[in-house]
């Protein structure tokens, strides 16, 4: 079996991972509007009647922005803790509504999602673990630290798209006001390149094949700076930079070889199912 990904969106103006086998598919988090998700899906060949759920890490805007019209308009559920829903100010209809808790695990189809907490300033964070058979695929976003629960699940994964949030001189030199770079960096904000670089290197394993380097800062890192640190003992892993302003390619993750995914291969090969 194999899982398509794709970062639709990554940055803080606004974040959308896609993760899919060849016959149902999720999102995790919906951060920008429901048009641009269309838009990029079908410039990828990314079947929209294949999405089955939406989860949401946690309330802030760049997360959920586009998430009540997309639920609305495909008849989506949308897996939300109770406690992130309440602070979201989200209005989902109550036939598409959908809680989960700590260690929940969501089958949707032949997709397992495996939520478990994480340390972020939000009401009720969550990061996500996608399985289907032996394949799995880690979302890892918006984490101060890397808590013992992410490293486990870091550990099994095939792929991840990771946090990398900001570079600690460019943030410490930049214009953002103290307070702002305190709550950045304070442990409960974002993950450094240094931080997702040591988890990386100490924790991966030999089987991952993908990584997705995410949510970069406009202001406090550049995709220049993460590549040649992630580059530089990436051994057999494919190391790729989650755009704010455009889809990443769809990889192929399987327990096999490599792969990308053009949208002509793609095609062919949902024909083959």
């Known amino acids: 079996m194999a ?7 990554s940055g803080s103006n606004g974040n959308c991972y896609y993760i899919g086998n060849t016959k149902e598919a999720v999102l995790i988090d919906a951060g920008v509007s429901c048009r641009t998700i269309e838009r990029r899906m079908k410039e990828l060949d990314l079947n929209i009647g294949k999405l089955k759920a939406v989860f949401i890490s946690h309330e802030h805007t760049d997360h959920i922005r586009g998430v009540e019209t997309l639920s609305r ?6 897996y939300i803790s109770e406690l992130t829903y309440r602070a ?10 959908r809680h989960f808790s700590d260690k929940d695990i969501i089958s949707v189809g032949d997709i397992n999602v495996h939520a478990f907490s994480k340390v972020h300033d939000a009401r009720d964070p969550f990061s996500f673990a996608i399985k289907d ?14 808590s013992d629960d992410l490293i486990h699940w870091f550990k099994g994964c095939h792929a991840a798209f990771l946090e990398a949030n900001y570079d600690e001189e460019m943030l410490q030199n930049g214009p953002y006001p103290y307070y702002l770079k305190k709550r950045i960096s304070n442990g409960e904000g974002h993950l450094s390149n240094t931080l997702a670089h040591r988890l990386f290197c100490e924790h991966r394993p030999d089987y991952m094949s993908h990584l997705i380097l995410s949510h970069l800062s406009e202001q406090n890192n550049s995709p220049e700076i993460v590549e040649e ?15 704010r302003h455009e889809a990443s390619p769809v990889f192929e993750i399987t327990t096999g070889k490599k792969k990308i995914v053009t949208p002509a291969s793609y ?6 199912f």
């Open 267 to 272: 095609k062919q090969l949902k024909m083959n």
């Open 229 to 243: 640190l992630f580059n530089s003992n990436c051994g057999n892993v494919s190391v790729t930079v989650a755009s």
């Open 133 to 146: 058979y032996e394949v799995q695929v880690g979302v890892f976003t918006d984490i101060g630290t890397c």
């Open 88 to 97: 979201s100010g989200l209005n989902i209809d109550g036939n598409h509504l």
């Open 3 to 9: 899982l398509f990904i794709s970062s639709i969106n």
């Open 73 to 78: 308009k495909y008849r989506l559920p949308v």
